[in-house]
């Protein structure tokens, strides 16, 4: 299945890597509202860690239950930006989208040690 391939899976991982680099240097750009930018990176780099953990024949379906609920918390962050349920300040929005993004990261990164897929024999 071309969906599994691992070059491609490695990939993910990689941009994954570039996206969460980028993530920290989005309130250095010359933009006045980067909160978009920084959200639609933030479900870009779960999206494509969700993709890894899903697809990938080393790692086991174990791992997108922690992926889904920081995708759930992100949502919900999300969420509260269009609607100011609560008010967060920008530097502190952008620390947490940070945050999420960095561990999302971090799952990507750890999903195969963490999450073996358990070889039956």
């Known amino acids: 299945m071309a969906l599994s391939n691992p070059k491609l899976l490695n990939l993910f991982t990689v941009l994954v890597m570039f996206f969460t680099l980028f993530q920290g240097l989005i309130p250095s750009l010359p ?4 909160a978009i930018i920084s959200a639609v ?7 494509l860690t969700a993709w890894r953990q899903a697809f990938s024949q080393n790692i086991s379906n174990a ?3 922690p992926t889904i609920i920081i995708a759930t918390v992100a949502t919900l962050g999300g969420l509260n930006d269009l609607f100011n349920v609560v008010q967060i300040s920008e530097v502190a929005g952008q620390w947490i989208r940070f945050s999420i993004t960095a561990l999302t990261a971090i799952l990507n990164l ?12």
């Open 31 to 34: 933009i006045n509202d980067t």
């Open 63 to 65: 791992s997108l239950w």
């Open 110 to 121: 750890l999903s195969t040690i963490l999450w073996p897929v358990k070889s039956v024999g």
């Open 41 to 47: 990176v933030m479900f870009l780099v779960q999206g």
